[in-house]
Nanobody
Framework: VQLQASGGGLVQAGGSLRLSCAAS????????MGWYRQAPGKQRELVAA???????NYADSVKGRFTISRDNAKNTVYLQMNSLKPEDTAVYYC???????????????WGQGTQVTVSS
């Protein structure tokens, strides 16, 4: 199973970016999908997550600005980021809990990370 993230870049404060992450490989089903970020010198933190049924949760710092969504038919999760702030600058990683067989529990997989830089 591979997770391929895309959509990062450089944007001015107040701008928007949309991240995408597609899961591929031998996939039976995907439970939760999410986005984490890690800024220099800081621990990796959860940004947003979405369940297979569409329930979402967000870090307090991004509520009202970021929106997570997923396309189950495409095994893809998205993160729409609006009103970006310099403190949103980080490497963003996608994450998914994937079952590769019906009889196996889900394993956790990570994407390669995509850099988001917000200039002031």
């Amino acid at each position: 199973v591979q997770l391929q993230a895309s959509g990062g870049g450089l944007v001015q404060a107040g701008g928007s970016l949309r991240l995408s992450c597609a899961a591929s490989g031998s996939i039976f089903s995907i439970n939760s999908m999410g986005w984490y970020r890690q800024a220099p010198g800081k621990q990796r933190e959860l940004v947003a997550a979405i369940s297979s049924g569409g329930s979402t949760n967000y870090a307090d710092s991004v509520k009202g600005r970021f929106t997570i969504s997923r396309d189950n038919a495409k095994n893809t999760v998205y993160l729409q980021m609006n009103s970006l702030k310099p403190e949103d600058t980080a490497v963003y990683y996608c994450n998914a809990e994937v079952r590769v067989r019906s009889y196996r529990p889900a394993d956790e997989y990570w994407g390669q990370g995509t850099q988001v830089t917000v200039s002031s």
